[in-house]
């Protein structure tokens, strides 16, 4: 059974978020800040958390970008500012997706579901093939093992990947020096499940660019060919599958 975990200083919405999974076979946790937060992750595995922009001890915001440094659980973000800057911003600091207040719970619940999915296929399918259940690629001295989800540097320290930066670098490794256009990074990241935006792919890219210590000026892996996408300008080896 999935464990979500509801982040928000209103205790209305984490009764009836909570309830409302657990009628649809989640286990819900709730907490009502950053400290409780961290509370129930030291506490047991928690799968997705579902994280209010707007807490009484810390912004959310900086809530996401910490737990994206330490970790890869996935993270929906809820804000009752509805504004694209924030979405995009919550994006940009790891969120998987963004829901604004207010909303029907049967959309968080299709969004929870969603992103659970998404983060996860790569994951299953890597798992139930016995061909690439030992799957790794190699680039520029980098690492990606993909049944474990883990980016190695090239000096051997984990890097923690979002569920949509890794579903981003996996399709850039599997079309190396081919220039991909956002709408095609768009469907491969994210199936058009929901409203996604161009801008999104920049955003990500921006990001996953960050996670390999790439200068956004003058990047030497994943560039930027005008009017056109991006292209992984890289040699890489499949290792395993």
């Known amino acids: 059974m999935d464990h979500i975990l509801i982040v928000d200083d209103d205790p209305d919405i984490c009764v ?16 009502e800040d950053g400290n409780g937060l961290q509370a129930v992750l030291k506490r047991g595995v928690v799968d997705l958390i579902v994280l209010d922009l707007m807490l009484p001890d810390e912004d959310g915001l900086v809530l996401c970008r910490n737990l994206r440094a330490t970790s890869n659980i996935p993270v929906i973000i809820l804000s009752a500012r509805g504004e694209d800057l924030d979405r995009i911003i919550g994006l940009e600091m ?70 949509s930066e890794f579903a981003m670098l996996r399709t850039f490794l599997d079309f190396p020096n081919q220039i991909l256009s956002r709408e095609q990074l768009l469907e491969h990241v994210h199936n058009r499940e929901h409203e996604t935006y161009e801008r999104t792919i920049d955003m990500q890219v921006s990001r996953l660019r960050r996670r390999l210590c790439e200068d956004s000026k003058t990047p030497t892996l994943i560039k930027t060919v005008r009017s056109a996408g991006y292209v992984l300008s890289v040699r890489v080896v499949k290792e395993g599958g």
């Open 94 to 163: 790891g969120a998987d997706d963004y829901l604004s207040k207010p909303f029907h719970p049967r959309e968080l619940l299709a969004r929870v579901r969603s992103v659970l999915r998404r983060t996860r296929q790569p994951v299953v399918a890597e798992t139930v093939s016995a061909t690439e259940k030992d799957l790794v690629y190699h680039f520029a001295g980098w690492r990606l093992d993909v049944p474990t989800r883990q980016l190695y540097s090239p000096q051997g320290e984990k890097v923690f990947l979002s569920g």
């Open 16 to 31: 009836l978020v909570s309830r409302f999974l657990e009628k649809n076979g989640f286990r819900a946790s709730t907490a």
